[in-house]
Structure formats: C-alpha cells, structure tokens
C-alpha cells in the first residue's frame, strides 16, 4: 500500500494554525480522504510534561537547563507520537495533518539552543511531505492571542514571537527545506487562508 502524506501546519502564536487545521481536516473529510488531525505537544505522557512546562507548572532553576530539558522533552514526545500514531497511520495511505511538527522545535527551540544540536536530537523525526507555513507579522499574531482572554504560555512574549517568526522565514529559504514548505498569508481573512491551504494541499496529495 502507498504510504500517506504528512502535512504539518506551522507558524508563530496567534498565526492561526488550530483554526486552519481543523478546516483543512473538514475540507479534506468532505472530498472522501482518509484523513487524521493530530497536533503536538501529543496527548502522550511526554507531550503532558511538554504543556506542563509551557504552562509553568513545571520549571528549573537553571533557565539555560530548562531550555535544554525542554527541547529534548520536545524531541521525544515527537518520537513516541509517530510510533503511536503518525507511522501507523501513514502506513494506510491515509493523510495526516498536525497542527505543529518538527520545524516548531527548529524554530521555538533554536533561540536558546544551538541550532544544530536541536536538529540532531530530532533527527529521526522525517521531514513532512509538505509544511505549510502560516505567515503574518508578530505585532498582528500578538493581538490575536491577547484577543484569547486566557493565560500566555513561555513562548507568547512580542519579542520572542519576532525572534520566532525570523527563524520560521530562515527555515523556509534554506535549500534543504525549501522545496517542502510553502509560506501562507496568514493576515488574510479565514476564508481566504483556508481556500489557499486547501489549493496547496490538493495540488500535492
């Protein structure tokens, strides 16, 4: 049997990303794919201490530790949710759609870890068949998670958000990854994202 497609969405807080992969995933339903939406941090025991310390429940003394801690904390939560749920549900030909993969650890994680390290603890994670990068600027995402009315996370600070939207942009040029990702105008209405997510995928899978 062919194997599926992975398709990750990505892109800084506020970007829209859960919004977005719930419509793919209905738009999708609809045209008769089999299709999966998952996201990380997973469900998995892994992914509960990843939320637990993006919440601040759980901390370190030594902040440049913590980042390090967490970043593996990332890497095997990815790991347990492709054995658990992502291969095997490839392995059906069905499509996978996660709201967030591998390149959030490039782009999140890389601030305070040397990138190259947070690319080989993740090396066994495979590149999406297609990232689609939500893109807008971090001012506009910032507004949009003010706009939640509920508690930030570690990452949802205007400066960092900035920082982070740098590197998505960075990954997004480099010749490795390039040609799997495409940048999606996130500042648009929903409508008109959810129509140019849609376009792009079909013309993939």
């Known amino acids: 049997m062919k ?3 992975l398709i990750a969405l990505e892109g800084i807080d506020g970007s829209g990303t859960t919004t977005q992969a719930k419509l ?5 339903k609809e045209r008769g794919h089999k299709v999966l ?6 469900r998995g025991p892994a992914g509960r201490l990843v939320r637990d310390y993006l919440q601040g429940r759980y901390r370190l003394a030594d ?13 095997a939560d990815r ?25 959030s650890s490039l782009a999140y994680q890389s601030l305070a870890c040397d990138p190259d390290w947070v690319e080989t603890i993740n090396r066994h994670a495979p590149l999406p068949d297609l990232t689609l990068l939500l893109d807008l600027p971090a001012t506009v995402a910032f507004q949009r998670v003010n706009q939640r009315g509920v508690e930030r996370d570690l990452f949802e600070k205007l400066e960092l958000q900035k920082r982070i939207r740098r590197n998505y942009l960075r990954l997004a040029q480099n010749p490795r990854y390039r040609r799997g990702i495409i940048v999606v105008d ?12 849609l376009n792009s995928v079909l013309a993939r899978i």
């Open 3 to 5: 194997r599926g497609k």
């Open 24 to 28: 793919l995933f209905r738009a999708l």
């Open 37 to 42: 939406l998952t996201s990380e941090p997973s």
């Open 63 to 75: 902040a440049r530790l913590g980042a390090s801690v967490l970043a593996l904390l990332f890497a």
């Open 79 to 103: 790991l347990e949710h492709l054995g658990r749920e992502l291969n095997p549900w490839l392995a059906t030909g069905g499509i996978v759609l996660t709201d967030r993969y591998l390149f």
């Open 186 to 197: 996130a500042a648009s209405p929903i409508k008109k994202v959810s129509e140019d997510i």
